[in-house]
């Protein structure tokens, strides 16, 4: 985008002018503060090198939207819950999902599943139960959140959680078939690009990155398009439901996932999933490497783990129509 562009957009997001009868009409329009307005464009979705569900690659064609530049903070979540006192899902419940690690003990018999553990007290006040505070954490990313927690907080500001193809099209940045958000190369292995895990076995976390959950939100650089922690850091909830086959039937323009009842995960069959994005402070390079652009993840939509958090999109004609009445 031109900086000549950007500065129209600029101006077109604090008003929108237009002559009525020899008049000047000044039209406001909701903040936008710390979202990137992503232009119509069509890229390839998905990989053949990667997971089956990422497969087929497939060309996608997305009208504008704006994205939130950062993952949803305690703090922005705080400012919800004191306006509408809403009560999230792990609140409701009681208890939530906590990733215990592994520690220095040998595993014999390597299964993720054993280091989830239902805490109770678990909730996005306190991440790893009633132990643990948010206190000094209010710039980190808001996590035990639910799909319908999420989608509460978007819709409080007038926004939306982003589909897949938003999500997968933000993180690649413009780099049309690379693997991460960054590039090509594994830079995660040597630099701190994005808060992922570090470490020669799955039993150890060296933090190179200088985290061992979470990190405050913007802790690493942006991709090409302004976008911080796009990968890495937390899974991010999207509103697609899953199916590791939709990229055979998806739609080309604007595509938003199937129906429930058609979406499924083989592992768990019995219960229809939402898809998740962009990896989390867990993810290695063998072992989900969710900070893959193309990678996908179903999870149950009434679930909540620390691991888990959001951002938010604003799906908007707005800014097209101003920005063709300044062309």
Not at 140 to 150: E, I, K, L, N, R
Not at 159 to 172: C, G, I, M, N, V
Not at 297 to 303: L, Y
Request: one cysteine or more.
């Amino acid at each position: 985008m031109t900086s000549a562009k950007q500065a129209l957009i600029g101006t077109a997001v604090v008003v929108a002018i237009a002559a009525v009868d020899n008049y000047i009409v000044i039209e406001s329009e909701p903040s936008f503060e710390n979202m990137t307005w992503l232009e119509p464009d069509t890229f390839l979705m998905g990989s053949d090198k990667g997971m089956p569900d990422e497969s087929p690659t497939h060309e996608v064609s997305l009208s504008g939207f704006w994205i939130d530049k950062f993952e949803v903070s305690n703090a922005d979540y705080a400012q919800f819950i004191a306006a509408t006192d809403y009560i999230t899902d792990s609140e409701k419940a009681g208890d939530s999902m906590v990733f215990e690690f592994p520690g220095e003990q040998p595993i014999l018999n390597f299964n993720p599943l054993d280091w989830w553990d239902l805490v109770m007290h678990a909730d996005w006040r306190h991440p790893q139960g009633l132990t643990d505070s948010i206190e000094d954490k209010s710039d980190h990313p808001v996590v035990q959140v639910s799909f319908a927690d999420a989608l509460a907080y978007c819709g409080w500001l007038d926004k939306q959680l982003p589909t897949e193809a938003q999500f997968e099209f933000a993180a690649r940045g413009g780099r049309e078939g690379e693997i991460y958000s960054w590039g090509n190369q594994p830079l995660h292995r040597t630099e701190a690009v994005s808060n992922t895990w570090q470490g020669t076995s799955s039993a150890e976390q060296q933090r190179q990155d200088g985290y061992q959950t979470t990190s405050p939100v913007g802790s690493f650089p942006p991709n090409d398009y302004g976008l911080h922690d796009i990968t890495g850091n937390v899974w991010e909830w999207v509103s697609d439901w899953y199916h590791p086959e939709y990229y055979s039937m998806s739609s080309s323009t604007d595509p938003t996932g199937v129906a429930e009842e058609q979406s499924i995960d083989p592992a768990d069959p019995a219960i229809a999933k939402r898809s998740i994005r962009g990896g989390s402070f867990l993810c290695r390079d063998d072992y989900c490497s969710g900070f893959r652009v193309s990678a996908r993840m179903p999870a149950k939509p009434s679930a909540s783990a620390n691991h888990t958090g959001f951002r938010c999109v604003k799906n908007t004609s707005w800014t097209e129509s101003v920005l063709s009445q300044l062309n």
